[in-house]
Antibody, heavy 121, light 111 residues
Framework: QVQLVESGGGLVKPGGSLRLSCAAS????????MGWFRQAPGKGLEWVSY????????YYADSVKGRFTISRDNAKNSLYLQMNSLRAEDTAVYYC??????????????WGQGILVTVSS | DIVMTQTPLSLSVTPGQPASISCKSS???????????LSWYLQKPGQPPHLLIY???SRFSGVPDRFSGSGSGTDFTLTISRVEAEDVGVYFC?????????FGPGTKVDI
């Protein structure tokens, strides 16, 4: 079955960096576009970034543009989110998710369990 | 950005009874290809979101048929025909018409 497992979260000081990973299994990773989302404690869902299957299309939310970098390694069935210049407001549970669409009208039909990122001094 | 609103924000339901959640967008979600890009997710306590409905009314694989979606343009509804205890959680609508995709604030459903 489809599995997405995030790792790499933790506590980091403001201005610091973290790299999140999302290990995919149970499907042909190369065929699917992927996204990252986040959810601040007790808050709603926020889209963070999107990457097409061959890494040709990349999008970021304005709130992370210039600080976060999304990437993937199809040979390793893995999705990544490099997060630099972290701020307190980046504190959230981060989810990777698989896009079930063909690239237009995204809908995310599989989600990882999430990983907590805490930015605090 | 397109603003998504949901009503109610909280809903207490009785098992076996119907329930509905409204989602409104600040602009039409109808795309030039004729499809409308509105999806619904349920986040059960302590779990990630999971997809219920996409493109307004298409039920995702494995989702019970008591869940249905309807609407057009800017007004959408998620309906649970007969609520079960396992349906508790927070329901979110999300548009994907343009960047950035945005979510409604969520509707908390409890029994």
């Amino acid at each position: 079955q489809v599995q997405l497992v995030e790792s790499g979260g933790g506590l980091v000081k403001p201005g610091g960096s973290l790299r999140l990973s999302c290990a995919a299994s149970g499907f042909s990773f190369t065929d699917y576009h992927m996204g990252w989302f986040r959810q601040a404690p007790g808050k709603g869902l926020e889209w963070v970034s999107y990457l097409s299957s061959r890494s040709s299309i990349i999008y970021y939310a304005d709130s992370v543009k210039g600080r976060f970098t999304i990437s993937r390694d199809n040979a390793k069935n893995s999705l990544y989110l490099q997060m630099n210049s972290l701020r307190a407001e980046d504190t959230a549970v981060y989810y990777c998710a698989r896009d079930g669409s063909k690239g237009t009208g995204w809908f995310f039909n599989h989600w990882g369990q999430g990983i907590l990122v805490t930015v605090s001094s | 950005d397109i603003v998504m609103t949901q009503t109610p924000l909280s809903l207490s339901v009785t098992p076996g009874q119907p329930a509905s959640i409204s989602c409104k967008s600040s602009q039409s979600l109808l795309y030039s290809d004729g499809k409308t890009y509105l999806s619904w997710y349920l986040q059960k306590p302590g779990q990630p979101p999971h997809l219920l409905i996409y493109e307004v009314s298409s039920r995702f694989s494995g989702v019970p048929d008591r869940f249905s979606g309807s609407g057009s343009g800017t007004d959408f509804t998620l309906t649970i025909s007969r609520v079960e205890a396992e349906d508790v959680g927070v329901y979110f609508c999300m548009h994907s018409l343009q960047l950035p995709p945005t979510f409604g604030p969520g509707t908390k459903v409890d029994i």
